[in-house]
């Protein structure tokens, strides 16, 4: 991609899951741009719609001006909005829309119809294997959660992102190499392994999972979250409409974390 660089993380992960409802389905979506492309990575589910239109708003971007959609890996909490994006060129690993195209429906986060959609779209680019797709923006196969997960790397001079997608969700995953809702637990430790040399690599690499707080390695070699976590539930408990209760779905915030607002312009 071209200069002057800028990410910015619209919709923030959350690692957890309802205990009553099933998955809460809250991933991260990142925007990246510079002088020639406007990219999201990853683009949610249902239920982020109105967030995601009022962060892109915020940030001043329409969504007929997102050039390119590239997605993780194709479950629905991560994949169904590429529908809002009239002027993108969907981009997902080919393994992946293979796999995700033969699935019969089931009782699995792939969402059947927009599956069959993406994979009829002509815009759909489909990616094959260790490849840079876009200027300085490559993708590297970490197969497990999902048989063709793609995590995207993106070079710029002054800093290394990695997006993890759903390969590590979060930060608990990353430091036990054990992957919740993995379809190959052999194949995610080994791709665990895989975003652990890629994070070494450069200091300073930041690291966005599917589903938590961007986060840094400190000089221990220890993950630092890069931000504060928002998360809570507005619900309707009593016989007014007026009276609502504000359920926070945070705990206590690591010490070690820099929590100003994080986005980043090379």
């Given at each position: ?97 293979e ?27 489909r990616?094959r ?7 300085g ?20 001079p002054?800093r ?26 052999v194949?995610s ?9 890629l ?68």
């Amino acid at each position: 991609m071209g200069g002057d660089m800028r990410v910015d993380v619209l919709i923030q992960g959350f690692p957890g899951r309802s205990l009553c409802h099933g998955g809460l389905g809250w991933s991260t979506i990142t925007l990246l741009r510079d002088t020639q492309r406007t990219v999201l990575i990853d683009v949610g589910a249902f239920g982020v719609r109105r967030e995601l239109i009022k962060q892109l708003r915020d940030h001043g971007v329409a969504p007929d001006a997102v050039t390119d959609v590239v997605l993780t890996h194709a479950h629905y909490d991560h994949s169904v909005n590429f529908t809002l994006f009239p002027n993108a060129t969907p981009w997902i690993g080919d393994i992946e829309l293979e796999w995700a195209a033969s699935q019969p429906p089931g009782f699995n986060p792939l969402p059947e119809l927009y599956v069959q959609a993406l994979a009829k779209d002509p815009r759909t680019r489909r990616i094959r294997g260790d490849q840079e797709f876009l200027p300085g923006l490559r993708a590297i196969p970490v197969p497990g959660h999902t048989p063709g997960g793609l995590l995207y790397l993106l070079e710029c001079p002054q800093r290394t992102l990695l997006f993890t997608g759903d390969s590590a969700k979060n930060r608990a995953e990353l430091l036990s190499r054990d992957v919740d809702s993995s379809l190959d637990p052999v194949a995610s430790r080994q791709s665990i392994d895989t975003i652990w040399a890629l994070w070494r690599h450069r200091p300073g690499t930041v690291l966005v999972p599917g589903h938590d707080l961007c986060m840094v390695l400190d000089a221990e070699d220890q993950p630092v979250y890069l931000g504060e976590r928002r998360a809570g539930i507005e619900a309707w408990f009593s016989e007014s409409i007026a009276s609502v209760a504000n359920i926070d779905l945070c705990c206590e915030p690591d010490p070690r974390a820099r929590r100003q607002a994080w986005a980043w312009t090379d």
